[in-house]
Every structure is written in C-alpha cells, then in structure tokens.
C-alpha cells in the first residue's frame, strides 16, 4: 500500500470506482446500525438509544480504529512533527486544526442525523448530500478551478435525483435539533474544503498524505473532546445525555454496536477523504462520493425494512435512482476525470501548515 503512489490512482477512473464501492460497502452497515440503534431494534440492546447518548461511544470507537489503520497502511512517517523538550512530537499545524475541527463537526453530525425519530436513513442523507452538492461548485469556483462539463451534468442529475425524492417526504417533521445538526454537517464540509483546497488537492502524493494523516489524526480526538467537553461542564439536557453516553451507557450491551459504529465510520472517513483529495475539481469528486452515500441508504432502508419492519423508500425515492445511476455513467465516461488542478497560489506558501512534501523543517 505504501508504494504505489496515490496520484497514479486518483487520475484513473478505476482508482475513483474501487473507492466509491469501498465507501458504499461500508456506508451501508454504518448508517444501519445507527438507525436500528436509535430506534432500539438491535437485538439484545434494551430500547432506543439517543443520539447525543451514542456519540460519545462512536467516537471512541473511530479514535480506537485511527491508530490502527496508519500503523497498517505505514503512514505514520507523514505526520507532522515538532521537536519538543528534545523529542520529535506528532504535532498538526494550525491549518489542519482547522481542519480537524471542522471535520469533527461532520462526522458527529452525521451520526446525530441518522438517530432523529421520524426521519428515514434516506431523507438525512438528502438533505445532507443535496447541500454539500450545491456547496462544491461554490468552492470550485471560489479556487478558480475549472469545472467542466461533464462535471456540472453530473451535478444537475444528482441534484435532480435529490429534488425528486424531497418530493415524498411531506410526512416527515423534523424538530430544531435536526436542523442545527445538518446546518453544523454543512458548515463543517465548508470549511473542510476550504482548508484541502489550500494545503492540498493537486495531485502530489506526499502532499495529499500529509493532508489526510494530520487530518486523519486530529479529528476523532477533536470529536472525543467536543463530547467530553460539555459531558463534563453538564450544560443542560444535551451535557447530560453526553455524560451518560461516556459513563452508564458503556456498561450497557448497546456500547459494543456503539463502538462499532465508529470504528465503520473510519472507513468511511478513509475512502470519503481520499474522493474528495482526488486533483479534479470538488464537483467532479462529490457526485462521485454522494451517489455512493445515497445508494448505500437505499440498501440499508430496505435491510432495516426487511428486518426490523421500518416503512420502505418511497417511490420517488426510487426514481431519484436513475439520476443517480446517470450521474455515475457520466462520470464514468472516458476523458470526464482529466485536468481540475487548480492553479498554484505563490501568494500563499504559509498555508500549506500541514507540511512541506518531502520532508524539511515540518518533518
């Protein structure tokens, strides 16, 4: 894994497919597993399971599973270093704070999301998908990338398949919490690609490792302090349901489905990164993540209706599937991945705070 170079597989549109499958395969029991958690049909749990009660064990469990893949794939060697008191620390510079701040908001709110009563595993992923679609031609454009044509079709068809199954959901009523839980996801995605756009995101291997292992780093333990945080000041309802989910909730049998939740989530966060690192621009790569996310809920509702009884996709549901599958053969055409590089920024050399590739003084 650690010598076949990372641009190599980001220009062809294989390397884009096989991680497009790997995130639908795992995105599939992720997103399952939280719904059937929130709504207490995981068999030897005792009831529902609150959202901000579960967070605290996904957390843990993705910060468990961290450690794990960089010393398998071998890429702890790209984490930025600082020496101190004599000793080489693995230290994020401040941009990849940054980034690891708003990523942790992204993955808490997604699993936040899926746990809200009354709102389908497909009808999160909408809203959620349909804003971060909007969003990448804005980025695209704030960076001066060039967005090519078949890039914005593939744009339209996804957002097309988005507004046809927002056509079904009059029957949903979603509360405040899940609308500042989406407008956090949203917010969070802003930021995340701000920050890849500026440090990386141009094809250079050692670059777009360093982003990703600093990120990688920096985000589950940002996470488990952003729960622990309030669990521990006890501010309010949402600071005790957080404490609850980091003491009494972790004796329960749910603490183990808990866990793994966070450790599926890694995966995700494995395979969704490396799309979005891809050179072309950010509305060519989340098409390709959001079809991947979006077929995945469709699998897990109709598992969850199959074994657990919830209320089926509904038809327009359905139909959004073709947009879908015609966004993907769009992408999928020969020539739709070549150029997107942005053009380089000399004006800018301070914010590649992850670290100069190849070494010098960040290593």
Not at 171 to 176: H, S
Request: proline share 6%.
């Amino acid at each position: 894994m650690d010598d076949a170079p990372i641009g190599k597989a980001s220009r062809a549109g294989a390397g884009i497919v096989g991680l497009a499958a790997g995130y639908f395969a795992a995105y599939v029991p992720y997103s399952a597993l939280v719904k059937a958690l929130s709504n207490g049909d995981v068999p030897g749990t005792e009831g529902p399971v609150g959202g901000l009660v579960l967070l605290p064990a996904a957390a843990l469990g993705q910060l468990a599973a961290m450690p794990v893949f960089l010393s398998v794939a071998g890429w702890w060697r790209y984490a930025h270093r600082r020496t101190i008191a004599g000793r080489r620390v693995v230290t994020p510079g401040p941009a990849m704070l940054r980034a690891s701040l708003w990523t942790a908001l992204i993955v808490g709110a997604t699993t936040l999301n899926y746990t809200f009563p009354g709102a389908s595993i497909l009808l999160m992923l909408l809203l959620m998908r349909g804003g971060v679609l909007i969003l990448a031609p804005v980025m695209d454009l704030l960076r001066r990338r060039t967005v090519r044509a078949a890039s914005w079709a593939a744009l339209g068809l996804s957002l097309a398949a988005v507004a046809v199954a927002l056509g079904d959901v009059e029957g949903y009523g979603l509360g405040l919490g899940a609308a500042l839980s989406v407008g956090l996801y949203l917010a969070g995605y802003a930021g995340r690609f701000a920050v890849m756009s500026a440090v990386a995101k141009r094809g250079e291997r050692e670059r777009d490792r360093r982003y990703f292992v600093d990120e990688h780093i920096g985000t589950p333990v940002v996470l488990v302090l952003l729960c622990a945080v309030p669990a521990a000041v006890g501010a309010g309802a949402w600071g005790a349901e957080l404490r609850e989910g980091f003491t009494g909730f972790l004796l329960t049998p749910a603490a183990v489905p808990a866990f793994l939740v966070g450790v599926l989530y890694e995966a995700v966060f494995v395979l969704g990164t490396w799309i979005y690192l891809d050179r072309r621009e950010f509305t060519w790569a989340v098409p390709a993540n959001r079809c991947a996310s979006l077929l995945a809920g469709v699998v897990a509702s109709f598992g969850l209706t199959a074994l657990a009884g919830l209320p089926r996709p509904g038809d327009a549901e359905l139909l959004a599937l073709a947009f879908i599958g015609a966004a993907s053969a769009v992408l999928a055409l020969p020539g739709a991945g070549r150029g997107g590089t942005p053009p380089e920024r000399p004006d800018r050399p301070a914010r590649l705070a992850a670290g100069r590739p190849g070494g010098g003084a960040s290593r």
